[in-house]
């Protein structure tokens, strides 16, 4: 089973920007697709995006599509969120996940493995 750890959350004023990371340990991280979902307080988890394993494919949520950018850097076993535009609707705890896969995967069922997740506040 893989460890991943997510960083970069905090409070920021809506149209400003973020940059969360996931940095994955215990598993070949190249070889695993990654992806970002978010659950806001009383609310289901939702898919936001997600990365093949070599970075050539990504998928995005409607609410994020045009903002939010996946990346990856499979030399630092980690997958990156860039977040601009925010709004306060993005307000969530945003987590990342793994599986191995050569797809890329957009529903929470299919990851195997998951981080603690990391507090995103967008304030109006």
């Known amino acids: 089973q893989a460890q991943l750890k997510e960083s970069g959350g905090g409070l920021v004023q809506a149209g400003g920007s973020l940059r969360l990371s996931c940095a994955v340990s215990?598993?070949?991280?190249?070889?695993?697709?990654m992806g970002w979902f978010r659950q806001a307080s009383g609310k289901e988890r939702e898919f936001v995006a997600a990365?093949?394993?070599?970075?050539?494919?990504?998928s995005f949520g409607d609410s994020v599509k045009g903002r939010f950018t996946i990346s990856r850097d499979n030399t630092k076993n980690t997958v990156y969120l860039q977040m601009n535009s925010l709004k306060p609707e993005d307000t969530a705890v945003y987590y990342c996940?793994?599986?191995?896969?050569?797809?890329?995967?957009?529903?929470?069922?299919?990851?195997?493995?998951w981080g603690q997740g990391t507090q995103v506040t967008v304030s109006s």
């Open positions: 996940a793994g599986r191995y896969s050569r797809v890329v995967i957009t529903t929470a069922q299919e990851y195997a493995d």
């Open positions: 215990g598993r070949a991280f190249s070889s695993y697709a």
């Open positions: 990365i093949s394993w070599n970075g050539a494919s990504t």
